[in-house]
């Protein structure tokens, strides 16, 4: 049995769904809430459904049964404010699971973030060292936080302190796709626009305030929640493989290239207005971000990139445009 946490989150709940389609129904650990949540686990079997809050007590009956974690839960608003709640959600419970899996002999499988890069001042280079992770500065508490973490793990294994059998970080770049449904202001720009913009609306995108870019010409590294979910399962296949790892498509495009890869979608001609960014968010936009794919590569992952214009025509097409538009 895999253990998923946040697995009725965005990510999560893909990896549940390609987990029970393989015929392998994994325990889910996740807060469900008042909202619709729920509707992102509701096609599939699960194995058991945890409160988070009896996780530990969970794992002390239920461990042996386990043969992998693979731990996605986590606040992932980049606007959360209450630092305390995410050094808790993102640090401390991300702590437990390397002890816990350490002592177990379990391996883990962990999300991180490409927020810990900051504003790309130092790069994307995904080099595991504490040398490396010292130069980084994240922008925000939810960057921090999981920056924390892999700056833990780094420090665990160059002291050679217990670790998983297997275990690897995965820098999750600017992952779009179904299931994000719930996230609100944290839905990808396609969650978010999908419905005005399909009834006539333009698309607005921010103006830029860097030199370098026009407004629209900002750049991000986009990528196919259906390529993370092969990582993932890649490495739960080959447990020999442990590291710290991007997970993107390896090549940054513009805002502008994801609005006209949604209008093309549609079916329709592009209409992309430009509002000005909030002051609240202008010191910590990043700019570009591009995850070189080369250390993942190296290790053995062979999976395909999904490009851009057939992720949005999946997206658009197959779950946004449907009754029924969960995975």
Known sequence: MILVTGGAGFIGSNIVAALSDLGRPPAVCDV?????????????????LV?????????????????????????????????????DSNFRLSKMLWSWCATNGVPLVYASSAATYGD?????????????LARLRPLNAYGWSKHLFDRFVARAV???????????????????????YHKGDMRSV??????????????????????????????????WVGDVVDAVLWLLANPSVSGLFNLGSGRARSWLDLGHA????????????????????????????????????????GGNTTSLEDGVALYVQRYLATDDPYR
Do not use: C
């Open 262 to 301: 949604l209008f093309a979608a549609l079916g329709q001609p592009p209409r992309i207005d430009f509002v000005d960014m909030p002051d609240a968010l202008a010191g910590k936009y990043q700019y570009f971000t591009e995850a070189p794919m080369a250390r993942l590569r190296a290790a053995g992952f």
């Open 158 to 180: 160059a002291d050679r302190r217990p670790q998983p059998p297997q275990w690897a970080g995965l820098k999750f770049f600017n992952v779009y796709g179904p299931n994000e």
């Open 120 to 132: 790309g001042a130092a790069g994307f280079d995904d080099a595991f060292s504490v040398e490396a």
């Open 32 to 48: 469900l809430g008042t909202d619709d949540k729920w509707r992102n686990l509701g096609r599939h079997e699960l194995a058991d």
């Open 190 to 223: 396609l969650g978010k626009t999908f419905e005005s913009v399909r009834g006539g609306e333009p698309l607005r995108l921010f103006r830029s305030r860097h030199p370098d870019y026009g407004d629209g010409g900002q750049m991000r590294d986009f990528v």
């Open 51 to 87: 409160d988070p809050a009896g996780l530990a007590d969970w794992l002390a009956r239920n461990g042996h049964e386990l043969e992998a974690i693979v731990h996605m839960g986590a606040i992932s608003s980049t606007m959360e404010r209450d630092a305390d709640l995410i050094a």
